[in-house]
């Protein structure tokens, strides 16, 4: 079986922190529920990912050197 989340062209995944999660939020002066989902089943999400916690993706970007955004897990 090939593992997705490994492949070159998958984008880093990470689950973010509760302490660092609320300065995102306080930054962009929103709730979590704002935030774009992420289905659980995703194949590219870490293994730890649970319902209700927030992913930063970081993807490469033509127009700066990386894109960063976050996307919250859902069902």
Do not use: C
């Amino acid at each position: 079986m090939v593992d997705v989340s490994q492949h070159d062209l998958v984008p880093e995944h990470t689950v973010l922190e509760e302490d660092v999660l609320e300065d995102v939020l306080e930054e962009y002066n929103i709730d979590r529920t704002d935030l774009p989902k992420i289905k659980r089943t995703d194949p590219a999400l870490p293994d730890d990912a649970e319902i209700g916690d927030v992913i930063k993706i970081v993807r490469d970007s033509r127009t700066a050197e990386q894109a960063i955004v976050y996307r919250l897990v859902v069902e």
